[in-house]
């Protein structure tokens, strides 16, 4: 069983496993997630978006077409104020990535009030298990709101799940009014970090939550080593990881592992070696977005099949949804991962 720790620190909240630091969130403006009241500024119909104001510097980007088959928000006309939730943070140049389709996440499932979609978390493998649960979420919501049964929710007591969606109905049902009591652009509500954690991790098994002035000094060394473009691995090799525009690019090799040693146990061993240490190096910098993964070249099938089941089982922890789309044509490993928030740096 993992051992993991929250850390609930003076400047950001934290998170180790079996004593590796995976996750550091700094106290800093966190928006993925917020609820925010905006203003439609201009709309956009060649590019089928509007341009929305949410009382921040820029303009957040807002699809007419929401990513969901049962939700639809009417027409908007300049100068309408709605309710929008921030899917991703600005970075750099661009604005907010917005959604009228809002959702309100619990341990155990996420209600979603504008829409009437029922789902079950792909993390939920077995046949049986996701139609307990898809009769669950159904039962629970009704035609009242949409539902997405979470992970955790599939060993616990139906009672305590069926409790939260009730609580997540009343939390929305607070902030309508919130909504119609606002007259310009603003947050309406946020989340903290650590309660972030809290809810996400509290699906997962125990943990102990700490306070402290400052990360104990290994975990420190971690965080310092993690943000180096070159990591080591151990029993040589390293990863060299690059940001580009467009993506993350990360290099595995060799290094000093490949002296005298058989050459294919070796490469083999330096890839799977190198699957932890991307896992937790990609969690604990928030990367996201599309990452390709350039590892050793390897001549056999079964090791390529053995690295990436390796790297599949790496991510399982993750709270962000990763996808891992397989090999290209030119032999990288090619994944995607949500982007939710700033990226550590």
Not at 85 to 90: A, G, L, N
Not at 185 to 190: A, E, N, R, V
Not at 205 to 219: C, I, R, S, V, W
């Amino acid at each position: 069983m993992t051992t993991r720790i929250l850390y609930q620190l003076p400047d950001a909240a934290a998170v180790s496993e079996d004593g590796r630091l995976v996750e550091y969130i700094p106290y800093t403006r966190q928006e993925a997630g917020a609820v925010f009241l905006g203003k439609v500024e201009r709309m956009m119909p060649g590019l089928d978006c509007a341009f929305v104001d949410i009382g921040r510097k820029k303009a957040g980007f807002l699809p007419l077409k929401e990513n969901s088959k049962t939700f639809s928000g009417g027409l908007l006309r300049s100068g309408d104020l709605i309710p929008v939730q921030i899917r991703k943070e600005e970075t750099g140049e661009k604005g907010a990535f917005l959604s009228r389709d809002i959702s309100l996440a619990g341990t155990f499932v996420i209600l979603m009030p504008f829409n009437c979609f029922t789902g079950v978390s792909k993390r939920i493998e077995s046949p049986e298990a996701r139609k307990r649960m898809k009769e669950t979420g159904e039962d629970i919501a009704g035609n009242r709101f949409g539902i997405v049964v979470r992970e955790a929710a599939e060993h616990a007591d139906p009672a305590l799940v069926r409790q939260e969606a009730e609580m997540l109905l009343c939390e929305w049902n607070m902030l309508q009014k919130r909504i119609a009591e606002g007259g310009k652009p603003g947050i309406l509500c946020g989340e903290d970090p650590l309660s972030g954690l809290i809810r996400d991790y509290g699906g997962k098994g125990p943990y102990t939550l700490e306070t402290a002035e400052q990360l104990p000094e290994p975990l420190r060394g971690q965080l310092k080593a993690a943000l180096n473009r070159v990591i080591p691995l151990k029993g040589g090799g390293n990863l060299v990881i690059d940001r580009c525009e467009a993506m993350t690019v990360i290099d595995v090799n060799t290094g000093s592992g490949s002296a005298g040693a058989d050459k294919r146990q070796t490469v083999l061993n330096t890839n799977l070696a190198a699957c932890g240490v991307i896992a937790g190096t990609v969690r604990l910098r928030n990367t996201g977005g599309i990452i390709l993964i350039d590892f050793i070249d390897m001549d056999y099938e079964e090791d390529r099949a053995q690295v990436e089941e390796h790297l599949r089982n790496a991510f399982r922890e993750d709270r962000e949804k990763t996808v891992i789309h397989g090999w290209t044509r030119l032999g990288l490993m090619e994944m995607t991962r949500k982007r939710r928030g700033p990226e550590l740096q």
